[in-house]
């Protein structure tokens, strides 16, 4: 059974910066990418950043310059680093494994449908 466990949430000021990790265990199947979603209170999950087994990442338009997503496969972990952090990226994050088939993908180019799921992390950010 694959389980995900994410961690590194928190809270910080505007501007600041927190690293997030997602440790995956168990068997993944395929797992050709992995993802970050976040959902605020009030709103629909949305899509943040990808990478995928060949290194490639993708990131949506809120993220990009300021979030990096980066894997290490021996320790079968995914990290994201958020810098320049803004009130409006508060949230509870999530990671994801194992993108479903016929899924279908974000405009950006990360997967929208995944498999497995993480509890979630939360992220303050006070202005």
């Known amino acids: 059974q694959v389980q995900l466990m994410e961690s590194g949430g928190g809270s910080v000021q505007a501007g600041g910066s927190l690293r997030l990790s997602c440790v995956v265990s168990?068997?993944?199947?395929?797992?050709?990418?992995m993802g970050w979603f976040r959902q605020a209170p009030g709103k629909g999950r949305e899509g943040v950043t990808a990478i995928c087994r060949d290194s490639s990442t993708y990131y949506d338009y809120s993220a990009k310059g300021r979030f990096t997503i980066s894997q290490d496969n021996a320790k079968n972990t995914v990290f994201l680093q958020m810098n320049s952090l803004k009130p409006e990226d508060s949230a509870m994050y999530y990671c994801a494994s194992d993108p479903l088939p016929y899924g279908g993908y974000f405009v950006w180019g990360g997967p929208i449908e995944y498999a497995n799921w993480g509890q979630g992390t939360q992220v303050t950010v006070s202005s």
């Open positions: 168990g068997y993944t199947g395929s797992g050709d990418c």
